[in-house]
DNA sequence: TTGACATGTGACCATTTGGTCACCTATCAT
DNA sequence: ATGATAGGTGACCAAATGGTCACATGTCAA
């Protein structure tokens, strides 16, 4: 509950849409890596890569001076299954297709 | 691109994810209905089915001088298709599969 | 027709957000 | 050892966001 809030919040952000997109194609880049990519001082791609690991979607390990990042697709999953999922099943129940013939019928 | 952003940001906000919630179990509810479920002046509720209206989430009727709400869910599912399904999939290719396999067996 | 009801607008306000910078620490290579 | 490299912190700022209110319009019912 108040964790999608931030999975949805860290969505919301077109660079930080954009950084999982770089790291979904490959994990495991370091910050300024990252930065090379964005039209932005790394201070700020910091703050986004920090929304996204407050919401568990990106992972990080220390490796000497570089700090790499990870993508984790698992709290997209979640809302996605508790959420999206919902709203995007296409309703084909015998029900609704008796009711579409119905109305196609008296029309 | 641009029509996505809309829609992430719209479902941002846990208020608005409680209206399409409410929209979703039954549409066609007026702002006063919508209001009297959230700790909130209608004025407020009045600016988020505003930006739910702006990302095409929900479309609205006048009838009389109440003005009636109904769910869009076509957004949401785009969005799940062009963006969120890329994430979610299960990656169980015979590839990974052997590769698995592999990693058991050296174990 | 007159009052109650449903909605709309614009000003306004506090907080959050997205971004920069100055400065600092740690690590690597020569 | 020393400079270059990778990252971190806190202050700071402008703009966006979430919310309220005073007021105003249109519509229904008695």
Redesign the interface.
């Known amino acids: 509950m108040h964790d999608d809030?931030l999975v949805?919040?860290a969505?919301?952000d077109?660079t930080r849409?954009f950084l999982?997109d770089r790291l979904?194609t490959r994990d495991g880049r370091t910050l300024t890596e990252l930065e090379s990519e964005l039209e932005m001082t790394r201070f700020g791609v910091m703050k986004h890569l920090r929304v996204l690991e407050d919401a568990g979607l990106v992972v990080t390990r220390k490796e000497g001076r570089e700090k790499l990042h990870f993508?984790n697709?698992v709290p997209?999953?979640l809302i996605?299954d508790r959420?999206?999922d919902?709203?995007?099943e296409r309703r084909v129940s015998a029900l609704t297709d008796l009711k579409r013939q119905l109305e196609e019928d008296s029309a």
Chains 1, 2 share one sequence.
């Open positions: 809030d949805f919040k969505l919301a077109p849409r999982l979904f993508l697709p997209i999953r996605h959420w999206i919902k709203f995007t």
